[in-house]
């Protein structure tokens, strides 16, 4: 049984930083694709960077040059790296990871709030 679990989230003035982790587990192979996703209130979810299995990423233009996602194969870990932080930056995030046949799993969610 996949599993997704989301950690580090928390309050942080604005041009602090915080460093999420993401566990998934469960699956035969290493996930093929691992992301970071947010939504604030009264918006939708949308990606903030993601890696692939190889160590490819992909950035949010708003998250670009502040943000670094990394990822450790061995544990099916990835970790997000947020700098810089912005009030607009507060969202719930969420961990995403896209299995082997391309089963997408999510997890529960971090709370990110970054006071101004």
């Known amino acids: 049984q996949v599993q997704v679990v989301e950690s580090g989230g928390g309050l942080v003035q604005a041009g602090g930083s915080l460093r999420l982790s993401c566990a998934a587990s469960?699956?035969?192979?290493?996930?093929?694709?691992i992301g970071w996703y947010r939504q604030a209130p009264g918006s939708q979810r949308d990606m903030v960077a993601r890696?692939?299995?190889?160590?490819?990423?992909n950035y949010a233009a708003s998250v670009k040059g502040r943000f670094t996602i990394s990822r450790d194969n061995a544990q099916n870990t990835v970790f997000l790296q947020m700098n810089s932080l912005k009030p607009e930056d507060t969202a719930v995030y969420y961990c995403?990871?896209?299995?082997?046949?391309?089963?997408?799993?999510w997890g529960r969610g971090t709370q990110v709030t970054v006071s101004s």
């Open positions: 469960g699956s035969t192979f290493p996930f093929t694709y």
């Open positions: 890696i692939s299995s190889g160590g490819t990423t």
């Open positions: 995403n990871a896209i299995d082997y046949q391309l089963r997408g799993y």
